[in-house]
């Protein structure tokens, strides 16, 4: 460049340190509060109700009943959480402040219920964790330092924004490592296992889809919003958005056969579709995408029987309630039972006659357990909690300085979102029941983990004030300008 | 009914009710800064003042308010037309990215040029920076609050 | 001004919409959430199959059930460990009382008031108060409509056949006997000692005597269906009592030709001559009942049978099957295939199938002066807290008054009419005048026919309306129609006339 003197680059590196000083987050600070005060007092209400069973008569002034269930646990997990808070402070980053006070309520509602839960769902899991609510825990607070360090570490996208095709390779690689080598659980192929460790890759695959939509859909937008590929009469999208539309329909019902995995398909397919709308804002593309797939799966449902039989216990499950419904059913009494204000927490019935009520609860049906015990008034709570978030996201994406953080920031938003949605659908017989996780509160370190890094990086993306994003290449914009010439 | 259920049920009660506070002060946060954007949005990023235009269009002392791109050159399609002999149909783009300014010149026959100095390919801009673009000056300025 | 640029920024409003669409989404899920929660929660948590229910049956002291003269038909023991088992007061109850066993689950009235018997699902504002403690469950004694000595007599009279008799009040649709044969030892499930072998045995049986018949049962009718097309006739107006058709007078020998298939009677009386409904009902003509069908029209029918309960569970205490005209495979009105199976249907020998408690109601509504009444067991729920009375209910209008006393009188001369009198002997009872209409179900093959019998009785002032079959057993008038004269004059040697 040999401009002058007063025009200068555009500073293509990070600011990084010496800026860094700390920065209250006082609003954050206030919601934290809030956070642990309804915390201990679930945690006395749960603990009361554990100690209170065995004598009916328990004394309603004696202190040591309304201890929290385990107060070391509820302690180390508050003090996470303001930790997190401290960092964040320290880092002076301005970065959103409500995401990690709705995501440690969350957190926080998991554990109590992981505690409350029968503990041997699990085995001992590591640090000496022992049953569902210590390894829980473990989880949670690993979950809490992902999302504070991407949150306070990632201060630049380029890594994310120029390899996106290998991102993307990475995540076929994935996929297809857990075609060919995922050991079946309970009939889904969603678990990989590599030595000591074992993992369920679809979580973080959802990442990495996101990361490369992102990406594609951003460089390819502007040029492409309203061009159309004709065949005769027929007016289709353009080919850049057909390919990778067809492909991913492809990946989609790839899944649902390979993986038997229909919320992971529908997960992704609807991601990729949302993100579609926001890129080119066009409703038809949307549509014609969901017809495909519900079509796409119509065929699978008659040529493979698992799918039928999934479809058909969705449509009546009480055709069949000590059977094939038994889980979807028992999930529906619990809401019924939990009424409008709940059983209490504790209070329950997650065992009759030695046996788990719900199989799965602690990772497919924590839902139904919160509406047993927490009612009508307690899932609408959790429900608002997971909107909340998701607007959030939206909003950081919305507000967002790109294309490309817009759509990614949007995209991990639908993720979380989507994956809450199809999952409580399914606990409410919405949809058809699938396995994909309650983010934040199901059971399970592969989903806490990754959705903790999906918060860090919304929290990344929502500080405007660091890195601008590279200028427009000139490249493109030409071809912008050009467009409208006639 | 004894005591201890009663407490029992204050307390979960006190729960469910603590755990609504929670929500509605998160739900206020994004309401709140949802207002907040909806304000800056309708606002202007900056403003481009015209200090000279020997043709007349546009009109000398008029000060568009800049949107996050702005395309100025001699065709109707810009957002900004410069209806100059020097400048070419598609001239420069303007762009506000993250908080700075930048300028492109887009192969125009004449040049852009900030502060008097030719910019080659993508420059920076800061307020009160002038720009030229043919025989039209422009001054950068902050947006109106 | 020129401020806007075209192409750009339409993200923010696409995120916006994004943003719209995931909160409706979530509203739905709210929806769903209340549904379940709030609206359908009553039956769901009063449902056997509710974790609730089961554990609270493990623990709780189930209430007694009762017959109509507070004789206890099922109560509660303790075995050597102290642990609750419920026993039974005879077999003779145990299809309508069923059985509770905590290995093998629980049947009949047992299951279907579970939540009742283990003292939940009282009412909504107790289960509210349950919540805040005190003692939660207030089991209910159930009162049954249901005569236990009616009930016996019901069972010997069906010996060791096998089939089914439902006796009901026509009023009040109080059952007071509905016996299921064979029958089952309900106090051998239910005791742990001895549960798993008789189960097992139970299970294995060829007589499939754990099958209610009365309620589950679906059998072809043959000419009690003629009834059920009598309404249809009547009911829609196709022909009046004194309508005659030319087409059965003319039907020769060789009987009525309809699209190439002959129907056929069953006997040679009266053979060439145009019937009236009465006359044709006395001596159960076929060629009579196919033309009435076939002039009513498969829609009428079909709709009529519907009125009647046909076509969908029967609202009860107890599971039902749902009866049916036909099976509804065809294009005609109806769903009949075509006029041949409309006149099969209409004296019972189509794709027509009935329970036999649908075919009591079938008696019972025409004694009742055309209103059917819901059937109901239960008639009363007695609790610490009080009693609930369920009182009867009036399910519909099916056919005018005088509609159904046509069908009265030809009913009362297919018992007590000279020509009648042969189809159905034995089911007069003495001294009192009795309505009826027995059933030859042909099964084609080489077996016997099911036997049928449908009556009720006094007639101008109806108290009980029965239905008996018989699998197997031969003629309708031989078999069930003195099995419902006798069982009808229990009934009044027992309740006086």
């Known amino acids: 460049m040999t401009a002058s003197a007063r025009s200068r680059p555009a500073p293509a590196l990070p600011r990084i340190l010496g800026q860094i000083r700390p920065r209250p987050r006082w609003l954050e600070l206030r919601l934290l509060v809030l956070v642990a005060i309804v915390l201990v007092v679930g945690s006395a209400s749960l603990g009361a109700t554990v100690r209170g069973r065995p004598d009916a008569g328990a004394d309603l002034f004696d202190p040591s009943v309304w201890l929290p269930l385990d107060v070391t646990a509820l302690a180390i997990y508050l003090g996470a959480l303001f930790a997190a808070h401290a960092a964040q402070v320290l880092a002076g980053r301005r970065t959103d402040q409500v995401l990690l006070p709705a995501v440690g309520m969350l957190g926080g509602i998991s554990l109590l219920l992981m505690q409350r839960l029968p503990q041997d769902l699990v085995g001992s899991g590591f640090f000496g964790a022992e049953g569902l609510g210590q390894v829980q825990l473990v989880w949670l607070l690993l979950s809490v330092a992902v999302a504070t360090t991407v949150g306070i570490v990632v201060r630049s996208d380029s890594w994310l924004r120029q390899y996106k095709y290998t991102w993307a390779a990475a995540g076929i690689a994935l996929l297809l490592l857990t075609f060919v080598f995922g050991s079946d659980v309970g009939g889904q192929r969603l678990t990989l296992v590599i030595g000591p460790f074992s993992g369920q890759p679809s979580e973080l695959l959802k990442v990495i889809l996101v990361i490369f939509l992102a990406g594609y859909l951003s460089e390819n937008r502007a040029l492409l919003v309203e061009q159309d590929t004709r065949l005769g009469p027929i007016r289709l999208p353009p080919i850049p958005y057909l390919v990778p539309m067809a492909a991913m329909w492809a990946i989609a019902l790839g899944i649902v056969v390979v993986q038997r995995d229909l919320g992971a398909a529908l997960l992704f397919f609807g991601v990729f579709l949302l993100l579609l709308y926001a890129a080119t804002a066009r409703i038809s593309l949307v549509i014609g995408g969901l017809i495909a797939f519900f079509l796409g799966s119509a065929v699978l449902a008659t040529l493979f029987e698992h799918i039928g039989t999934r479809i058909a216990i969705w449509l009546d499950p009480f055709a069949d309630p000590l059977g094939a419904g038994y889980q979807v059913v028992q999930s529906l009494h619990a809401f019924a039972r939990g009424g409008l204000l709940g059983m209490g927490l504790g209070n329950g019935l997650p065992m009759i006659g030695g046996r788990v009520t719900i199989p799965e609860v602690h990772t497919d049906f924590p839902l139904a357990a919160l509406g047993e015990e927490l009612g009508l008034i307690g899932v609408l709570g959790v429900l608002g909690i997971y909107l909340v978030i998701i607007e959030r996201g939206l909003r950081i994406g919305a507000a967002a300085a790109d294309d490309f953080r817009s759509l990614l920031a949007t995209g991990l938003a639908l993720v979380v979102g989507i994956q809450a949605f199809i999952i409580a659908a399914g606990n409410l017989k919405v949809l058809p029941l699938t396995g994909v996780t309650l983010p934040f509160i199901s059971y399970g370190g592969s989903s806490l983990l990754v959705n903790g890094l999906v918060i860090g990086l919304l929290l990344a993306l929502s500080d405007k004030g660091v890195e601008p994003p590279p200028p427009p290449r000139k490249r493109r914009l030409d071809r912008i300008l050009r467009r409208g010439a006639p | ?145 | 001004m020129l401020s806007t640029t075209r192409t750009r920024r339409p993200i923010g409003i696409t995120i916006t919409h994004i943003a719209l669409a995931i909160a409706i989404g979530f509203g739905a899920l709210a929806g769903a959430a209340g549904y379940w929660g709030v609206v359908v929660a009553p039956e769901l948590t009063r449902s056997p199959n509710d974790a609730a229910v089961i554990a609270a049956s493990r623990t709780v002291e189930r209430g007694e059930i009762l017959d109509r003269n507070g004789r206890v038909l099922a109560r509660n023991e303790r075995d050597e460990n102290g642990e609750l088992y419920r026993s039974y007061a005879n077999q003779a109850v145990s299809q309508v009382v069923g059985y509770y066993s905590r290995r093998f689950g629980s049947a009949g009235l047992e299951r279907a008031y579970s939540a009742e018997l283990a003292g939940l699902a009282t009412d909504p504002l107790a289960d509210a108060l349950r919540k805040f403690g005190g003692n939660p469950y207030d089991p209910q004694d159930l009162r049954l409509s249901l005569d236990y000595g009616l009930q016996r007599a019901a069972i010997r009279a069906l010996g060791d056949q096998k089939g089914a008799v439902v006796m009901l009040d026509p009023t009040t649709g109080e059952v007071l006997a509905m016996a299921s044969n064979p029958t089952y030892d309900a106090s051998a499930i239910a005791d742990p000692r001895t549960a798993e072998k008789t189960f097992a045995a139970l299970q294995d049986d060829p007589d499939n005597p754990l099958l209610p018949r009365a309620t589950l049962g679906r059998y072809v009718p043959g000419s009690v269906f003629k009834i059920v097309t009598a309404i249809a006739a009547l009911g829609s107006g196709a022909i009046t009592p004194e309508t005659t058709f030319r087409e059965q007078a003319e039907a020769g020998d060789d009987g009525l030709l309809v699209n190439g298939f002959r129907i056929r009677e069953g006997h040679s009386l009266r053979r060439g001559q145009a019937l009236t409904l009465p006359q044709a009902t006395e001596i159960s003509s076929n060629i009579f009942y196919a033309l009435a069908g076939l002039e009513t029209g498969g829609a009428n029918l079909v709709d009529f049978a519907g009125r009647l309960g046909f076509g969908a569970p029967l609202p009860f205490d107890l599971p039902t099957a749902a009866s049916q005209v036909t099976n509804g495979r065809g294009e005609d009105p109806g769903g009949f295939v075509d006029d041949v199976e409309l006149a099969n249907a209409a004296y019972g020998q189509g794709e027509t199938f009935v329970t036999p408690l649908q075919m009591a109601l079938v008696a019972s509504t025409v004694a009742n002066d055309g209103v059917l009444m819901k059937p109901r067991l239960v008639t009363a729920l007695e609790g610490k807290r009080g009693t609930r009375e369920l009182g009867p209910e009036e399910l519909r209008r099916v056919i005018s008054a005088d509609d159904a006393q046509a069908i009265q009188g030809a009913m009362r001369r297919a018992v007590e009419g000279d020509l009648g009198r042969q189809f159905t002997s034995g089911a007069k009872v003495p001294g009192v005048s009795t309505a009826g209409k027995s059933g030859t179900a042909e099964l084609g093959g080489s077996g016997e026919p099911h036997s049928w019998f449908i009556g009720f009785a006094p007639v101008n002032q109806p108290r009980i309306a029965i239905a008996v079959l018989v699998e197997r057993a031969g003629r309708g008038g031989a078999v069930a129609a003195p099995i419902g004269g006798n069982l009808m004059a229990r009934y009044f040697e027992e309740f006086g006339q």
Do not use: C, K
């Open chain 2, 1 to 145: 009914m004894d005591g201890f259920l009663i407490g029992l049920w204050v307390v979960r009660l006190l729960f469910l009710g603590l755990l609504y506070l929670f929500l509605f002060q998160i739900v206020r946060a994004l309401v709140r800064d949802l207002r907040a954007a909806t304000q800056s949005a309708t606002a202007e990023l900056g403003r481009l003042h015209v200090l000279a235009s020997p043709s007349g269009d546009p009109p000398v002392g008029v000060a568009f308010s800049l949107d996050a791109i702005t395309s100025l050159g001699r065709d109707v399609n810009n957002s900004i037309v410069i209806d100059d002999a020097f400048a070419s149909t598609e001239h420069a783009v303007l762009t506000f990215r993250g908080r700075d300014w930048y300028v492109e010149d887009l192969d125009s026959t004449n040049g852009t040029y900030v502060n008097g100095n030719r910019v080659e390919g993508v420059a920076a801009l800061g307020y009160g920076d002038e720009l030229q673009i043919g025989q039209v000056r422009l001054r950068l300025e902050r947006a109106r609050r």
